[in-house]
C-alpha cells in the first residue's frame, strides 16, 4: 500500500504544483480534512477520486474505515484543507495511526505550499533556527503558553484566525512589548496584507482594515 502526503495551496489554487496535480488526478482515494473544500481543489484541476474525510474530531471507528478504506485502494492521498498535511494540522493523527497498526504502508511527502515557510520567507528576520507553535490555546494553559513565546529565543511562528487575532495580539503585546513582529493575512490571495511592527502597533493597523481571515504570526528571534 502507498499514502501521498500532498501538500496543497494555502489560497491561490494555482500554486498547486504539477506533481501534487498528478497525484491527485491518478489515486482512487483521497482523505481529506473538509471534503468540501478539497472537493473545489479537485474539481479546478479536473480530478475525480472518491474523498473521506478525515479530522481532529474523528472517532476510533472512522478510523478504522479509512484504514479499511486505504487497505481496499492501494494507493491513496491524504491533504489538508490548506498547505502541507500534518504541521499544525490533523493529518498527522492518521499517520501515527496507521504506524501504530503496524500496516504496511509506504508514505512518499509531495512538498507544496505551507503557509508557515511563505510567512518565514518575507519576515526579515533570522530563520536559520524557529520554532513554530501553531495556535495558542483557547484558555487552559494560554499565559503558559504566551510565556514560553517571550522566553522563546529564536524566531517564533504562530497562526491564528480572524476570531482571535486581536485577543492573541494583546497578549503578545504584553508579553513581548516592542519585539518586532510581523503578520501575514489571506497569505496568496486577493486580499493578502503584511503588517510589521510590535504587536500593538500592528493591532493598531487592523484597526484600519477589514478584518478577516487566517493569520501566520511571525516574532522576531531576540
Do not use: W
Not at 120 to 138: I, K, M, N, Q, V
Request: a neutral charge.
Amino acid at each position: 500500500m502507498k499514502l501521498y502526503v500532498v501538500a496543497t495551496p494555502i489560497g491561490n489554487l494555482e500554486d498547486i504544483t504539477p506533481r501534487a496535480r498528478g497525484i491527485l488526478s491518478c489515486v482512487p482515494l483521497v482523505f481529506a480534512e473538509d471534503t468540501r473544500v478539497t472537493a473545489k481543489l479537485l474539481a479546478h484541476i479536473g480530478a475525480t477520486p472518491s474523498v473521506m474525510s478525515l479530522h481532529h474530531h474523528s472517532t476510533s471507528r472512522e478510523m478504522d474505515r479509512a484504514a479499511m478504506a486505504l487497505q481496499e485502494a492501494g494507493t491513496a492521498a491524504l491533504v489538508s484543507d490548506a498547505g502541507t498535511p500534518g504541521i499544525s494540522d490533523p493529518g498527522n493523527l492518521f499517520i501515527a495511526e496507521l504506524l501504530r497498526r503496524g500496516v504496511e504502508l509506504t508514505i512518499s511527502p509531495i512538498p507544496g505550499p505551507s503557509s508557515i515557510t511563505a510567512a518565514l520567507s518575507l519576515c526579515g528576520f533570522p530563520t536559520d533556527r524557529f520554532r513554530a507553535l501553531g495556535f495558542a490555546p483557547h484558555k487552559n494553559k494560554r499565559n503558559k503558553f504566551f510565556d514560553e513565546v517571550a522566553a522563546t529565543k529564536e524566531t517564533v511562528v504562530l497562526l491564528e484566525s480572524v476570531h482571535r487575532i486581536k485577543k492573541t495580539l494583546a497578549d503578545l503585546a504584553r508579553v513581548c512589548g516592542d519585539r518586532p513582529m510581523m503578520v501575514g493575512r489571506e497569505l496568496t490571495k486577493i486580499h493578502e496584507t503584511v503588517y510589521r511592527g510590535s504587536a500593538s502597533e500592528i493591532d493598531e493597523q487592523l484597526l484600519k482594515t477589514e478584518t478577516r481571515g487566517e493569520f501566520v504570526i511571525v516574532i522576531s528571534s531576540l
